[in-house]
């Protein structure tokens, strides 16, 4: 088969095995060939000649053999796993999975509003009770949704809300870019952009700007009544203080798909608050993953092909 080699590591994601990937590679990438190792043995020979290699992580002493190597597609978003400069050194391109979960986070992020609420979490507790008792419920029509990140999670957030006429404010690190809101903020612009909040959506990424950025301080400015919606990394909201926030009913609930620490110790007490949802780290998953990741490669491999720009590019 004429074109390149493209090399399918080893790697299981949400349940699917690289199977699933390789075939979707195949399906778009016909004049090239699509091989999956299945072996630590496998991927070391393949390794030696193919051009284009991509799973979970390449290592250093990966890349010393790797000679005919042009591009690693790393399948996740976040590349802070491996060592960038050794890739650099070898002249290998990295790109990301950057885009692939727009739609099932932002699906996720829209259906926790909606069950906090109306009240879901209640409705099956009463269910369980068999309770037949009205409770009281709230709109998401003519509220207001903090965005905190404005990437491709926070952009689809945005563009999902507006069929529900709910007005939208973003934060985001350069606020001079602007976005789909109706306004934006920088994140040392916080306050201001959540002190009117029904809903803060943390959909940023962990770095040191925004480790911690929701701490006791933000959540004494969110309003009482507001819900927190956090599919960032658990970080990025200080849990010692949500806690204490839910035990002096400072917050109206949460949804919290991730947390600090992960996984959730069993006797954590942010298990023990009716108005807290916890799901374990599940927003992103996907049945649609790999079909969306091979896309991203499909049109890498056509820029290379072309000498044009990479997608995704971190290296």
């Known amino acids: 088969m004429s074109g390149r080699q493209i090399l399918v590591l080893r790697q299981k994601i949400h349940g699917t095995d690289a199977e699933v990937y390789r075939d979707e590679l195949a399906q778009r990438l016909p004049d090239h060939d699509v091989i999956l190792a299945r072996t630590p043995d496998e991927e070391r020979d393949a390794l030696r000649t193919a051009s284009v290699a991509t799973g979970l992580t390449l290592s250093p002493a990966d890349l010393e053999d790797a000679d005919n190597l042009e591009l690693f597609a790393c399948v996740f978003a976040g590349t802070d796993h491996l060592e960038l400069d050794a890739f650099e050194e070898h002249g290998v391109a990295v790109t990301n999975a950057s885009g692939v979960h727009r739609a099932n986070m932002s699906e996720y992020t829209v259906g926790a509003m909606v069950a906090l609420s109306r009240q879901f979490p ?33 952009q689809a957030v945005v563009s ?23 306004e934006t903020y920088g994140f040392d612009e916080i306050h201001e952009a959540v002190a009117e909040a029904d809903y803060v959506i943390v959909a940023c990424r962990l770095t ?25 990394r658990g970080p990025v909201v200080d849990t010692e203080a949500l806690v204490d926030a839910f035990r002096t009913n400072d917050l109206g609930g949460a949804a919290l798909d991730v947390t600090d620490p992960e ?31 091979a896309d991203i490669l499909a049109e890498n491999v056509a820029a290379l092909d072309a000498d044009d720009d990479l997608t995704n590019r971190v290296v």
Do not use: C
């Open 122 to 154: 209640r409705a099956w507790r009463q269910k369980q009770s068999r309770t037949w008792q009205s409770y009281p419920v709230r709109e998401l029509q003519d509220s207001t949704a903090v965005v905190v990140g404005m990437g491709a999670i926070g």
């Open 160 to 182: 999902r809300l507006d069929a529900f006429g709910v007005d939208t404010v973003g934060v985001r690190y350069s606020p001079e870019k602007g976005g789909p809101t109706d």
């Open 208 to 232: 040191e700007a925004t480790e911690g950025l929701i701490d006791a301080d933000v959540l004494m400015t969110v309003p009482s009544d507001a819900f927190l919606i956090n599919v960032a």
């Open 263 to 293: 996984p959730l110790p069993a006797d954590h007490p942010l298990w023990t608050f009716e108005n807290v949802m916890i799901t374990p780290h599940n927003a992103g998953n996907t049945p649609e993953y790999f079909a969306r990741r």
